[in-house]
Each structure stands twice: as C-alpha cells, then as structure tokens.
C-alpha cells in the first residue's frame, strides 16, 4: 500500500514541475495510515512522476485571446440598445452592429476615430472625460447623433467608466438607443397644448390661425400652408391663412376640381405624399 503526496520542483528555466510521490507504507500503517516510511527507508527512485505541467505556448494564449474577442463581438452585437467603447482619449476601440446601423458607417470607418465623429451637439472634452471619471457613470443624457450621410438623430445615452484588474480606469462605455419617436410624441403634446391655449386664450381669429401655423410647424413641414372659408351657397373659396414659398395670396374663386373641393365635399382629411 502507497501514501500518495503531491509537490513540485523548479526547471532551471523557471517553470516548474508538479509530481506526485507514491510512498510504501508500513504493515501497521493500515492501521495506523499516518506512519509512513522515512525517506531513508523509501529511496528517492521510488518516487514516480505522475505528470507535468506544461507552460501554455504562446500559440494557445493567442487563441485563447482571439476566442475571448469573438465572444465579447458577438454579445455586443447581439444587444439591441447601441454599444459604443472608447479609450481614456476618447477613441472608438469597439462598436456593436446597432450602432453602425445607427450611424451609417462601417466598423473599420470609427475604430480608432474619436467618438466626437458622432457628435452634432457638444462634443465631448477632456473636462467631461474627468467629471466622469470622478463620478463614475452618467445616466440617460439626451444628444444629438450625427450620421454618416449628414442627418442627425435624437439619442438617449448612459456612460460608465470601466477598470481593468488592478482597478485602473481603462475606458469608457457609452449605451444608448434612438429615440426620435419619443421626441416627436413630446412635441406633439406640446403643440396640441399649444393650440388648445390659444383657442382658450385668443378672440382674435387670424392669432389664432398663425398660433396654429406655428404649432404645426414644429411637428410637420408646413412651408407651404393655407385656411381658406367656403360660402356655402356660392361656393367662393376665400384665404384666411396663406402661407406659400412661391405663389402670392389668391383672390377670391370658385371651388374647382382638386384636393380642397374633396375635402370640403367629403368632410375627411387627406394625406397627399410625392
């Protein structure tokens, strides 16, 4: 019967050897399982390596690395909200599929830019880089993205900071998503607030018209706008409200055949597109 012990020696080289010793004990040690044979009664040829530990090869560090990239690739890029990565200088390091699609670019056109590329409102600065640092994160800060093809999209955003194993800042993540469909609902509450006051607030007709006009503006392109009266017995259309890039007021007139004569026939809106 064996006693079995594991420990290990150096390699000149510096890495080291792992063994484990098989060493016979003693008749009584059956019953006494501590007692075990002396070195000098268990020549050291007794001993039997077991197994090495061998260094990890550069090769396989490597692998190892490249695997762990392609699985931090894929999680980001599975997350729907736009993902962003940055150095402590602010340069794009990572950058998920959401936000290219958000953008307009391709990955190798943002990865080593900085993040200001994407900025059409307040860039960012270095005084910003160390109010975040200090505090550590920064929530739901709402910008204005600029895209690859010159538009710009409303975006919400949260910042962190984050550390690498001894606790140092190493970058910063910046989360986000679009939200222009939220935008445009506040604008249209705000608009129809608007319109509701002044129908409450104003006597004056044409105010009231121009209140409108200026309302729906900030919710639809209303460059070109007019309210007009039908008399009902003659049919004259009369403008209260024009507003045109190009043509001048018209003159009293008969309803003729057009998208005006239907709506006022029908009572129903209508939406014309180009």
Same mark, same amino acid.
């Given at each position: 019967?064996? !006693?079995?012990?594991?420990?290990?020696?150096?390699? /000149?080289?510096?890495?080291?050897? #792992? +063994?484990?010793?098989? !060493?016979?004990?003693?008749?009584?040690?059956?019953?006494?399982?501590?007692?075990?044979?002396?070195?000098?009664?268990?020549?050291?040829?007794?001993?039997?390596?077991?197994?090495?530990?061998?260094?990890?090869?550069?090769?396989?560090?490597?692998?190892?690395?490249?695997?762990? $990239?392609?699985?931090?690739?894929? #999680?980001?890029?599975?997350? *729907?909200?736009?993902?962003?990565?940055?150095?402590?200088?602010?340069?794009?390091?990572?950058?998920?599929?959401?936000?290219?699609? @958000?953008?307009?670019?391709?990955?190798?056109? &943002?990865?080593?830019?900085?993040?200001?590329?994407?900025?059409?409102?307040? /860039?960012?600065?270095?005084?910003?880089?160390?109010? &975040?640092?200090?505090?550590?994160? !920064? &929530?739901?800060?709402? $910008?204005?993205?600029?895209?690859?093809?010159?538009?710009?999209?409303?975006?919400?955003?949260? %910042?962190?900071?984050?550390?690498?194993?001894?606790?140092?800042?190493?970058?910063?993540?910046?989360?986000?998503?679009?939200?222009?469909?939220?935008?445009? #609902?506040?604008?249209?509450?705000?608009?129809?607030?608007?319109?509701?006051?002044?129908?409450?607030?104003?006597?004056?007709?044409?105010? %009231?018209?121009? &209140?409108?006009?200026?309302?729906?503006? $900030?919710? %639809?392109?209303?460059?070109?706008?007019?309210?007009?009266?039908?008399?009902?017995?003659?049919?004259?259309?009369?403008?209260? +409200?024009?507003?045109?890039?190009?043509?001048?007021?018209? /003159?009293? !007139? $008969? @309803? *003729?055949?057009?998208?005006?004569?239907?709506?006022?026939?029908?009572?129903?809106?209508?939406?014309?597109?180009?």
């Amino acid at each position: 019967m064996c !006693a079995y012990a594991n420990t290990s020696r150096s390699r /000149p080289s510096g890495t080291d050897i #792992a +063994f484990e010793i098989c !060493a016979p004990m003693h008749q009584d040690s059956l019953r006494n399982p501590a007692k075990i044979l002396s070195e000098k009664e268990t020549p050291f040829k007794q001993m039997k390596t077991s197994h090495e530990v061998i260094p990890t090869s550069q090769h396989e560090t490597a692998a190892g690395l490249a695997d762990t $990239k392609i699985f931090t690739d894929r #999680a980001l890029d599975s997350i *729907v909200d736009f993902v962003v990565v940055t150095d402590l200088d602010l340069r794009i390091t990572q950058i998920n599929k959401a936000a290219l699609r @958000l953008n307009g670019y391709q990955r190798h056109e &943002l990865v080593g830019k900085s993040v200001n590329v994407l900025m059409a409102d307040r /860039p960012f600065s270095q005084k910003g880089v160390d109010i &975040l640092r200090k505090n550590g994160y !920064a &929530l739901n800060i709402d $910008k204005i993205n600029l895209n690859k093809d010159g538009t710009t999209t409303p975006i919400s955003r949260s %910042l962190s900071v984050f550390k690498d194993e001894q606790g140092n800042d190493q970058g910063i993540v910046c989360v986000g998503r679009d939200v222009t469909e939220r935008k445009r #609902a506040e604008i249209e509450r705000e608009s129809i607030f608007e319109i509701t006051q002044g129908i409450s607030a104003t006597s004056n007709i044409e105010a %009231l018209i121009e &209140l409108i006009h200026e309302s729906i503006g $900030k919710v %639809l392109y209303a460059e070109n706008c007019y309210v007009a009266l039908v008399d009902p017995k003659t049919e004259l259309l009369t403008m209260q +409200f024009f507003v045109d890039k190009r043509d001048p007021v018209p /003159p009293k !007139a $008969k @309803l *003729v055949v057009g998208p005006t004569r239907y709506i006022v026939r029908t009572g129903q809106p209508m939406l014309i597109t180009p």
